[in-house]
């Protein structure tokens, strides 16, 4: 894959790759202004990220969860989008389902892509 313009994935793969990795998390791409990767907790897991200096955005895959956000819980299943702003408390809770999320961070966010 070229560094020097537009790149495509296969989202089952990228998601196929994550579980078979067995890593909850998965970055796939990093550029100056975004960062993308899948996010995976089996049900019952404890996540245990704290708040970003980068915005975010989830995109639930499968799975349910609540996500309580600055004291308020949301409940989240397929298809749920989520937008976390910068330095903003947020953690999932009471994952019902193994969840897997596509994660969109502005500017940034964990490092390493593994492709």
Not at 31 to 41: A, K, N, R
Not at 73 to 96: N, Q, R
């Amino acid at each position: 894959m070229s560094d020097t313009g537009w790149k495509d994935f296969d989202l089952a793969k990228l998601v196929e790759r994550a579980e078979a990795l067995d890593t909850p998390y998965l970055e796939f791409l990093r550029v100056p202004q975004l960062s993308c990767g899948i996010y995976s907790l089996s049900s019952g897991a404890m996540d245990t990220q704290s708040a970003h200096d980068e915005d975010e955005v989830y995109f639930v895959l499968k799975g349910r969860a609540q996500m309580i956000l600055e004291g308020e819980s949301k409940t989240l299943g397929p298809g749920s989008i989520l937008f976390v702003p910068a330095d903003t408390a947020h953690e999932f809770t009471e994952i019902e389902e193994d969840l897997s999320l596509l994660v969109f961070f502005g500017s940034g966010g964990p490092s390493g892509a593994h492709f």
